[in-house]
Structure formats: C-alpha cells, structure tokens
C-alpha cells in the first residue's frame, strides 16, 4: 500500500510479495506443472548468479529470483562440490559445462550463454510436457526471440562458430545450422527468420503482441510483423 516503501528494505519487500503471490497461484491453479517452463528461467537464473558469485567470491544472495523450483543448497552444492546430479535432468549438462569453462577460461560471456542456451531447451522441453497448447506457443515464440537475440549479438561481435552454437537452441522454426550460418554471415542476414513468426502466432494472435519481437529489426518487406 502507499507508504509501505518508506524505510524499507524494498528487495525485502519484493521478496516477500512474489512468495504470496506464489503461494496464491499454487493454491488455486488447478494444474501447477504449467508454471514448469517458467519456473526454470528463475532456476537457470539462480544458478548462473550461484556460479559467477562462488567462483569469483562474489556476493549473490540478492540475484536470486522467486519462486523457483530448485533450492538455494542444491545450487550451492552443485557448484563447489560439482555435484551436478542434484539439478533436474534439464540442468545438469549446461550447468556442468559453464562450470568448466568459467574455471578453465574464466569466459563469463561464454558461461552466461551455455546455460541460457540451456535454459532455452529446458523451457521447450517443460512446454512440451505441459501438453497446454498456449504454453506451448508462448515458449516457442519466446525461445525463437531470445534465439534471434542471441544471434544478433554474435554477429555483432563477430563471435566464431563454435561460440555462436553454444548460444542457440533448436527452436523448430529455424535450424539452430541455419542461424549459426546467418549469424556468421553478419547482422543483415538475420532478420529473414523473423518473417517465420506469423505462422507460429497465428493461432495466438496476442501472444505476437506481447512479445517484443517487432522491435528487434526494422520493417521487414513482406513480413506480416
């Protein structure tokens, strides 16, 4: 409420409202297993900040995002006993893979990538399980944005190869081999993979709405986005 700010510790606060707010859609959603594919971002999220925050003596205690479905001790485990086994299935080989590398090269660039590539196949995954077909929309529109994404900053950076597929994820709109070689190809080759997205919303007209792919490339000739 108004004033409820005032001399707080407002991270504290928010902490707080998101665990309520947790609370009430967990008891009144008749099918939680639909929040999966959402809840994994944070788990992902949380997991980047554990790794970045114990491997360079950090604090990291207020990165961390709520709800999520994996727990602060299995995250901490898993980075300084490298016991990975404690992540769900979909956590566990881009989890270990950041870790080498950030230990090895202490690329953070690189790690932050591999387990947002990570998260992006986890989300497809948790959708499919799901078997809610707008999820299952929603995911895929938003997994292909932050592939674009991804893709545009390796071209812009004229990453290589190698590093540009540690940064995509198989979408089923456009092989990650085609958006590797887009990439590769410099930003002008990307936004031809947008023109893919009408087919994908056009079921679910105010999914394309609310995501901010239009914003992402200037008008596309013929594109109906």
């Known amino acids: 409420g108004i004033g409820k700010t005032d001399n707080a510790d407002v991270p504290t606060l928010l902490h707080e409202d998101a665990e309520e707010m947790w609370k009430y859609l967990t008891d009144n959603a008749p099918d939680t297993a ?34 999520a479905s994996v ?52 989300q497809t995954l948790l959708a499919e399980k ?10 895929t529109v938003s997994v292909f944005y932050k592939n674009i994404k991804a893709a545009l900053r390796a071209a812009k950076t004229g990453r290589s190869a190698q590093f540009t597929e540690s940064t995509l994820t198989e979408t089923g709109v456009v092989s990650k081999k085609a958006m590797v070689t887009a990439a590769l190809g410099g930003v002008k080759r990307l936004p031809w993979a947008a023109q893919r997205l009408p087919r994908l919303i ?16 200037p008008p596309l000739k013929g594109a109906n986005i």
Do not use: W
């Open 71 to 122: 727990e602060l001790p299995a995250l901490q485990k898993a980075v300084k006993e490298k016991r990975f086994d404690l992540l769900p299935d979909y956590m566990r080989k881009p989890a270990a893979e950041a870790y080498e590398v950030l230990v090895q090269s202490g690329d953070s660039q690189l790690a932050d990538c591999i387990i947002d590539a990570g998260c992006m196949s986890a």
């Open 202 to 217: 056009k079921n679910h007209p105010v999914i394309l709405k609310n995501t901010p792919i239009t914003g992402c490339f």
């Open 130 to 139: 799901s078997k809610n077909t707008v999820i299952k929309d929603l995911i």
């Open 34 to 67: 639909a929040f999966a594919p959402f809840l994994c971002e944070n788990d992902f999220h949380n997991y980047k900040a554990v790794l970045k925050g114990i491997i360079r003596g950090r604090e990291y205690e207020d990165l961390l995002i709520l709800p």
